[in-house]
C-alpha cells in the first residue's frame, strides 16, 4: 500500500472520530472527502473485498430504508457488515464507510458490504469498487433541477449495468427499473400483490411511457404510486419482465394486524405505511439472494427493526394529536402517499401541506408541478375540516394544485408563513385534535422544539 | 368561488375511458351541436414528466370560467390516427428525450397536413422538450439527432448539465407569465425566427434574454408551472386566439374574482423571484 493511501486512510479515519463527537447519527460525506482528496483512488486500493458479496442498493425512494434493513438482517444473523447506514451515500460516504472499517494496511475484514448509493454516482463508485450485486427500488421522477427526466437517471444505471455486468435484484412493480432486467442475465425480481390500500386513479391522470417502445404503460391498480399492476399495450411488456410470477412476493398484508407473508412465511410489520412492503420485499430478496437468509431468518429480524425517521412521527400541542409524514420535495410518489394516509383515516382532522422553496441545489426555486401527478380527489371524502397550506414562498400556488385537483376551495385556508409557531398557533385554532402535517424536516423539529417549550 | 369551479369537477367525475371527450358544452347550457373548441392532448402518458396534465386541467377549468364551449381529447397511443381535421389546439406536454424520436417519427408521416394546420391559424402548443416536435432539428448529447416537422424555425441541443430554476418573461402579446424553467435542451433561434417572450429573470432559450419560439398561433415554450396553472391569463388569452382562429365566437372574458388564488400565487412567485434578483 502507498504512503499515501495510509495517509488517506488515517486521515478518514480521524474524520470519522471527529464526525462522531459531533454528531454519531451524522451522514459522513465529510471524512471520506478528506481521505479522497488525499488518494482520489483510495477504494480502489482497500483489500479483502469479495465482490460477489458487495451489494449496492440504489433508486428514488426507499434505498436508504433497504440499505438499513438488508444490514439489520445480516447483522441479527451474526455476519460482519460494512454499511453506510447513516445515508452518506456519494463516492466519498462509501470511502468513509470502509475508512471505518478498513485496518491500518487497508485490509477490511467483513463478511459483506452493503452501500446505499445515490443514482448518479454510481459509475464513479463501481469504477472503484468491485461489486456483483445490485439492488434497484424503483426511478420515479425526484430532483428535476439535477435529474431532468427518469430516464435521465435510467441511463446513468443502464451504463453501470452495461459496462459492469452485475447481478440485479429488481422491483417487478416498477415498469421502468424492472426494465433494466434486458441487460443482464442475471435477474431476481421481489413485487407486491394487491392489497386493502391499493388504489386506482381515474382516466385523466396520465401514467408513463414504456421503458421498451415509449407507447403508454397502464396500470390495472397501484400498490403505491407508479408501482402496480402494469402493462403496455402495445409491446405486451408486463410486470417482472414478462416472467409469471417474482421470486419474492410480499403477499396477504394485514395492515391491522400489522403482518404480511413473503412467499408464504409470515413477516411482522414494523412501519405499517403500504410502501414499506416493497422495502421489506426487497430486503428478504436481497439477504436470501446475497447470504443465503431464510425468509423465516429475516422475518424473525425484522421483529425488533428500527428505522430513523421511518415512523410517522407525532406532536402534542395543546390538546392537538399531530401526525408528522415526510415527503420529498419534487417526488410525488411521497406526496400521494401522504395522501393516502389521510385518506384512510375516517376520524374528522385538520391537514396541514407546507409544500415549500426546492433547496437541494443551487439555485433555490420553488416547484409545485409535481403535485399534478397526485390524486387529491381521495380527500373529497376524507373528512377534512380544513386543508391549511403554510410556507412563505408557495402557499397559494399549492393549494392551486389541491383546487384543481379536486378539493374543496372552501376548505382551504392560506398561511402564507414559515413561522413554526404561527403554524401551531393556527393548527390550534382550528380546533380539530386530529391532525395530519407534511412539511420540510427542520420545520417539524423547530415546531417540536417550539411546542416544548410551550409546556 | 364562480359555480363554473363545480362543472369542471363533474367533467372529470363523468369522464371514464380513454377516447372520451371531455367536454363542458351541456354544462354551460349550451346545443349539443354548438361548435365547440376543440384541444388535443398528445400522448399524455409519454409526455408527463414536468405536470402538463396541470395545462390541460387549466385549459378546461378557465374555458368553464370564460364561458367557452370546450372539448377535450386524449391520443393515447402513436398507433392512433391524428385527427388534426377535428382539433383547435395542440398540446404537446414535456417528455423523456428518449420517447422524442418515435413520436416525431409518426408526426412526420403527417407532415404536411401540419403545415397545413399551422397555417390555417390553429394553434400547437409545444412545451420544454416537446419542442423537438414543432423545431427543425435536435441534436442528442450522445450525437444523433432527430428532425422535427421544421414549423418553428429553431435548433435545440441536448445540454449536458440540467438547469432548473424559477422562470419569468413577458410575452409578445404583453403578457406576463411566471413558472419553472427546467432545461434539457438549449434553444437557437434561426434567423428570421421570433422568440415567444423576453426574459425578466431566467435561462430561456439560451441564456440571450429571449423565450420560446412563435409562428402564427405555434408556439413553443421552456416554461413548466403548469404555466396555464400559474398564469391563468395567459390560458384566457391563448383560448380566444384559438377560438377566433376556429370561428367560435363569443365573449369570453375572465373575471379577476375567479382567479383570486391565481393572482397571489403569482404575486407571490414574483416576490420570490424579485428576491433572487436582488441578491
Not at chain 1, 441511463?155 to 452485475?166: L, N, Q, T, Y
Not at chain 1, 385538520?350 to 416547484?367: A, C, H, L, Q, S
Not at chain 2, 407569465?177 to 428570421?192: S, Y
Not at chain 2, 408551472?225 to 375572465?254: C, H, I, M, Q, Y
Request: charged content about 25%; overall charge negative; proline content about 3%.
Amino acid at each position: 500500500m502507498s504512503s499515501r493511501t495510509t495517509r488517506a486512510l488515517l486521515t478518514g479515519k480521524i474524520g470519522n472520530r471527529v464526525i462522531d463527537i459531533i454528531d454519531k447519527k451524522r451522514g459522513t460525506n465529510w471524512a471520506g472527502r478528506q481521505a479522497m482528496k488525499i488518494d482520489p483512488e483510495l477504494i480502489s486500493h482497500i483489500t479483502g473485498i469479495d465482490p460477489a458479496k458487495v451489494l449496492f442498493i440504489t433508486g428514488t425512494n426507499g434505498k436508504s430504508s433497504v440499505t438499513n434493513m438488508v444490514t439489520h438482517i445480516l447483522r441479527s444473523r451474526g455476519f460482519k457488515v460494512v454499511s453506510n447506514v447513516e445515508g452518506a451515500n456519494l463516492i466519498t460516504g462509501v470511502a468513509a464507510a470502509l475508512v471505518k472499517e478498513a485496518s491500518l494496511d487497508g485490509r477490511i475484514n467483513a463478511d459483506y458490504c452493503v452501500f446505499e448509493t445515490d443514482e448518479r454516482y454510481l459509475y464513479k463508485i463501481r469504477e472503484q469498487l468491485s461489486c456483483d450485486n445490485l439492488l434497484v427500488t424503483n426511478l420515479e421522477k425526484d430532483q428535476v433541477q439535477r435529474n431532468g427526466d427518469p430516464d435521465f437517471v435510467y441511463r446513468k444505471i443502464a451504463r453501470v449495468v452495461d459496462r459492469f455486468g452485475m447481478k440485479l435484484f429488481l422491483n417487478g412493480d416498477e415498469p421502468r427499473s424492472c426494465s433494466l432486467a434486458d441487460r443482464t442475465d442475471r435477474a431476481v425480481f421481489y413485487s407486491v400483490d394487491k392489497h386493502d390500500a391499493s388504489f386506482t386513479k381515474d382516466d385523466t391522470f396520465v401514467t408513463m411511457p414504456c421503458p421498451k417502445c415509449h407507447r403508454s404503460i397502464r396500470f390495472d391498480y397501484y400498490n403505491n404510486d407508479g408501482m402496480g399492476s402494469f402493462r403496455c399495450e402495445n409491446c405486451g411488456y408486463t410486470n417482472h419482465n414478462g416472467a409469471d410470477s417474482a421470486d419474492y412476493t410480499a403477499t396477504d398484508a394485514d395492515f391491522t394486524a400489522r403482518k404480511f407473508c413473503v412467499n408464504g412465511t409470515e413477516f411482522p410489520m414494523p412501519y405499517d405505511q403500504p410502501y414499506m412492503l416493497y422495502n421489506y420485499a426487497a430486503a428478504a430478496c436481497a439477504c436470501k439472494e446475497l447470504a443465503g437468509v431464510t425468509e423465516e431468518e429475516s422475518a424473525a429480524a425484522l421483529a425488533d427493526f428500527v428505522l430513523l425517521e421511518g415512523r410517522i412521527e407525532t406532536l402534542e400541542y395543546k390538546g392537538n394529536h399531530i401526525k408528522y409524514i415526510r415527503f420529498k420535495q419534487e417526488n410525488p410518489e411521497t406526496l400521494q402517499n401522504f395522501i393516502n394516509v389521510v385518506a384512510a383515516d375516517p376520524e374528522e382532522k385538520t391537514v396541514v401541506i407546507g409544500i415549500g422553496t426546492v433547496e437541494d441545489y443551487d439555485p433555490y426555486y420553488i416547484n409545485s408541478f409535481y403535485t399534478f401527478d397526485c390524486d387529491f380527489s381521495r380527500l373529497k371524502d376524507a373528512n377534512v375540516r380544513k386543508f391549511i397550506f403554510t410556507t412563505d414562498t408557495i402557499a397559494y400556488d399549492a393549494a392551486n394544485s389541491f383546487i384543481y385537483g379536486g378539493a374543496d376551495p372552501g376548505k382551504i385556508e392560506i398561511l402564507p408563513v414559515s413561522d413554526e409557531e404561527k403554524i401551531l398557533e393556527a393548527i390550534a385554532a382550528e380546533g380539530c385534535s386530529n391532525v395530519y402535517l407534511t412539511i420540510k424536516l427542520h420545520t417539524f423539529e423547530g415546531m417540536k422544539e417550539f411546542a416544548r417549550k410551550e409546556k | 368561488m364562480s359555480s363554473n369551479y363545480k362543472i369542471f369537477n363533474e367533467i372529470r367525475k363523468n369522464t371514464s375511458g380513454h377516447d372520451a371527450v371531455l367536454s363542458n358544452v351541456s354544462e354551460l347550457g349550451f346545443d349539443k351541436d354548438t361548435r365547440a373548441l376543440h384541444i388535443l392532448w398528445m400522448y399524455p402518458d409519454a409526455l408527463n414528466v414536468f405536470g402538463g396534465r396541470g395545462d390541460l386541467m387549466a385549459l378546461m377549468r378557465i374555458s368553464c370560467l370564460m364561458g367557452l364551449p370546450t372539448e377535450m381529447r386524449r391520443l393515447d397511443s402513436l398507433a392512433d390516427d391524428i385527427p388534426l381535421d377535428w382539433a383547435d389546439i395542440i398540446y404537446f406536454a414535456s417528455g423523456d428525450l428518449t420517447c422524442m424520436a418515435d413520436i416525431l417519427k409518426v408526426q412526420k408521416t403527417r407532415q404536411e397536413d401540419y403545415r397545413r394546420y399551422a397555417e390555417s391559424g390553429r394553434m400547437i402548443i409545444a412545451v420544454s422538450s416537446s419542442g423537438a416536435v414543432l423545431a427543425d432539428e435536435t441534436i442528442m448529447s450522445d450525437g444523433t439527432s432527430v428532425k422535427g416537422l421544421g414549423l418553428l424555425r429553431m435548433k435545440m441541443t441536448e445540454r449536458e448539465k440540467i438547469h432548473g430554476d424559477d422562470l419569468w418573461f413577458t410575452t409578445r402579446e404583453g403578457i406576463e407569465v411566471t413558472g419553472n424553467q427546467i432545461q434539457l435542451l438549449d434553444v437557437e433561434l434561426e434567423e428570421g425566427q421570433e422568440p415567444w417572450g423576453t426574459i425578466v429573470y431566467g435561462r430561456g432559450n439560451n441564456d440571450n434574454g429571449s423565450e420560446g419560439a412563435e409562428t402564427g398561433n405555434v408556439i413553443y415554450t421552456a416554461c413548466v408551472g403548469p404555466a396555464l396553472v400559474r398564469n391563468p391569463w395567459l390560458a384566457a388569452d391563448l383560448l380566444r386566439r384559438a377560438a377566433k382562429a376556429a370561428g367560435v365566437s363569443g365573449e369570453f372574458s375572465l373575471d379577476d374574482e375567479d382567479i383570486r388564488q391565481e393572482i397571489l400565487s403569482a404575486e407571490e412567485a414574483r416576490e420570490f423571484i424579485r428576491n433572487k434578483m436582488q441578491h
